[in-house]
């Protein structure tokens, strides 16, 4: 479940056609949908944008899913640490993922508040983790995860993100490169649509093995993410 909206500006993101605009849904509307969907599924994945912004809405969505017996993951980028613990302290979810933004990303996904939403990124990832963290060794979150997109630039904050929280599970997810995003001066969509695939031809995400590289690094096992192979499991005991 995609759910509108997000204060960052990554310039690799997937689903940067709902960072902005309208498109007001009732939860109750929404519910009906997950209900009519719940004997053929198990679980619910609250995504976006920024599921988390929208914490009043997110919070009983995940509260009616719990109580038609659905599990609950929710996606985030960490950065609304008091949504998290709403649905941590009433047991909402069973799955959270933590989208770790690295500084390398700065000039794409600050602007326009720059420093002033840095700052507070910053301090709330800090406490998003935190509190997975204490709420996974009580018991009280089965699957607690961080994924960070990988790009050339930004290995060295993997190694340091990854060392900050050696026991928390860890995804490398292959990224694209940054590509310019439709702002609102775009008059012809089909030259942007191919500037945009001329430059993702340009700049080639990073191969498997080039991420095998840098897991090698951790010293710890991951998890690689590649639109290539899927998901594998980077075992580090393999290679000892």
Same mark, same amino acid.
């Given at each position: 479940?995609?759910?509108?909206?997000?204060?960052?500006?990554?310039?690799?993101?997937?689903?940067?056609?709902?960072?902005?605009?309208?498109?007001?849904?009732?939860?109750?509307?929404?519910?009906?949908?997950?209900?009519?969907?719940?004997?053929?599924?198990?679980?619910?994945?609250?995504? +976006? !944008?920024?599921?988390?912004?929208?914490?009043?809405?997110?919070?009983?969505?995940?509260?009616?899913?719990? /109580?038609?017996?659905?599990?609950? +993951?929710?996606?985030?980028?960490?950065?609304?640490?008091?949504?998290?613990?709403?649905?941590? @302290?009433?047991?909402?979810?069973?799955? =959270?993922?933590?989208?770790?933004?690295?500084?390398? *990303?700065?000039? +794409?996904?600050?602007?326009?508040?720059?420093?002033?939403?840095?700052?507070?990124?910053?301090?709330?990832?800090?406490?998003?983790?935190?509190?997975?963290?204490?709420?996974?060794?009580?018991?009280?979150?089965? *699957?607690?995860?961080?994924?960070?997109?990988?790009?050339?630039?930004?290995?060295?904050?993997? @190694?340091?993100?990854?060392?900050?929280?050696?026991?928390?599970?860890?995804?490398?997810?292959?990224?694209?490169?940054?590509?310019?995003?439709?702002?609102?001066?775009?008059? /012809?969509?089909? *030259?942007? =649509?191919?500037?945009?695939? /001329?430059?993702?031809?340009?700049?080639?995400?990073?191969?498997?093995?080039? =991420?095998?590289?840098?897991?090698?690094?951790?010293?710890?096992?991951? @998890?690689?993410?590649?639109?290539?192979? !899927?998901?594998?499991?980077?075992?580090?005991?393999?290679?000892?």
């Amino acid at each position: 479940m995609f759910l509108r909206g997000c204060p960052l500006r990554c310039s690799y993101c997937q689903n940067e056609a709902i960072q902005t605009g309208e498109d007001f849904r009732d939860t109750g509307e929404i519910m009906d949908m997950i209900r009519t969907s719940a004997p053929f599924i198990s679980g619910v994945m609250f995504s +976006g !944008g920024e599921p988390a912004a929208q914490k009043n809405a997110l919070v009983a969505l995940a509260r009616d899913a719990k /109580n038609i017996g659905l599990l609950v +993951g929710i996606q985030t980028s960490g950065l609304f640490s008091d949504t998290l613990d709403n649905l941590i @302290r009433e047991r909402l979810a069973d799955k =959270i993922a933590i989208d770790y933004k690295t500084r390398w *990303e700065e000039p +794409g996904v600050w602007e326009p508040e720059c420093a002033l939403l840095r700052g507070k990124y910053e301090r709330n990832i800090k406490k998003s983790i935190a509190l997975c963290k204490k709420a996974s060794a009580e018991g009280r979150l089965a *699957e607690f995860e961080i994924v960070i997109t990988v790009f050339r630039e930004n290995e060295q904050y993997i @190694r340091k993100i990854s060392d900050e929280n050696p026991d928390v599970p860890l995804v490398l997810q292959q990224g694209e490169y940054k590509i310019p995003m439709v702002t609102a001066d775009v008059v /012809n969509m089909t *030259e942007y =649509i191919s500037r945009k695939q /001329n430059l993702i031809q340009q700049y080639t995400p990073m191969t498997l093995e080039e =991420i095998e590289r840098i897991a090698e690094t951790l010293k710890r096992d991951v @998890r690689i993410r590649t639109r290539q192979t !899927g998901e594998i499991l980077f075992n580090r005991r393999f290679l000892l």
